[in-house]
């Protein structure tokens, strides 16, 4: 008999602890793919960043959103001397469109007095005034303890009162954070230990970060202590060296029995199969390359080299892997012979809802395909659209829509009187649909929007089909190949029902790279649509 088992709450914190990251700058429609990433992944909180604090941040709480996950905004505590109607921060997070309000206040008294200049009894005032504010408001409420950890060691009974102040104003959760990433697991699991003798386990969050690389086992720390809500982001994101990586911690609590006899969360083991493309698409939407080490997840993770290993392995896989690759999406890869590709390409045909034999001789020719183009550049776990479309061509599901017989792109600069220079594009598409020629031409703000829009203007039958069709992000990369440089472009597409879909595009030449993503992104909408040819 199994006994019930403990929730463990997951709170993503990619959109705001995450975008702290140098060089990592989410646009809006980033923000907006990545939250549905978190939401599709089973996530129970996505901290979305700080509304009224920055255009994309106001922007991304205003937009519609249709999620199962708790959508948090992030934000101060009132300030100092204010009152809570009168802080124009404040009022921009408890009126943003957000079902739970994450506050962070400090907790390490050196701070209050230091950086905050104030007195420690205004700093517990203006915990309970904005927890009291935003509970008044029906939002559910977190608040983040900053520097709870060295706080704590300097002075526990202060640390203890913010912590102990937000839980009895009624805040859902008490986050104790590791902010310099300093502490150790013992440490953690001391100082968690204690505070739960004051605040029930099951109302405190652990925060961690990265700086001693314990960031994952400071987090499982905390919760052998009582904890029960962990945050992290996606791949470990976040400033200086990170924060503890929910691609880790995820699998560890789904699939090691110390914590899955005990504990339960909201990843089911369907979404924890996603959980590879879910950490390689952030890198792909990043424009880096993933971590082949990166452990679960990492190309390499599950790769073992030919030799005594490799045969014990086939003979079972138990012998030398920790779990089983396919319960994150990954694959076992023997460099003696690739077997994890073939059950790799079965399994995605599944989950598209192509249903073909094992043995059908058109599977090994889609791997052997999929591996060649994979050699040349294109990646197809980030665009998952062009992969179903290569699919379904290889089993003849693809009808043939149209032909584009030319394109023509022009770009050119000209000088006007006096103002400067003006910097024009056009593009010239003939596209041949059954006897029917239909030659569009389109100015747009640059060579591949002026592509897109003459592809679109007009594809005769098929116009209504795509009237919905918009183009919501594009992505270059310039990948070297030996001497010659080499361009893949990623389109991301959205239609009228709301669905999205991302296509690839592998030239060396960037509009060629861009014309073939268009082209999918097209003939996908038709496919989906099942529009007669
Ligand atoms: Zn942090």
New binding site residues.
Partial sequence: MVAERERIYLFD?TLR?GAQTNGVDFTLTDKLAITRMLDDLGIDYVEGGYPGANPTDTQLFSEPRMLNTTFTAFGMTRRPGRSTSNDPGLAALLDAKAEAICFVAKSWDYHVRVALETTLEENLASIRDSVQAAKARGREVLLDCEHFFDGYKANPDYALACAKTAYEEGARWVVL?D?NGGALPHEVEAIVREVTKYIPGDHVGI?A?NDTEQAVANSFAAVRAGARQIQGTLNGL?ERCG?ANLVSIIPTLKLKPEFFEFFEIGVSDDQLKRLAHVSHELDERLNRSPNRHAPYVGESAFATKAGIHASAIIKDPATYEHIQPEAVGNRRKLLVSDQGGRSNILAELERIGLKVDKSDPRVARLLDEVKEREAIGYAYEAAEASFELLARRMLGTVPKYFDVSYFDVKVEQRAQNGHGKEVLTTAVVKVKIGNETFINAAEGNGPVNALDVALRKDLGKFQKFIEGLKLTDYRVRILNSGTEAVTRVLIESEDETGEHWTTIGVSPNIIDASFQALMDSIIYKLVKAKAPA
């Fill in positions: 914190t602890d954070c902010t925060h970060h976040g924060n």
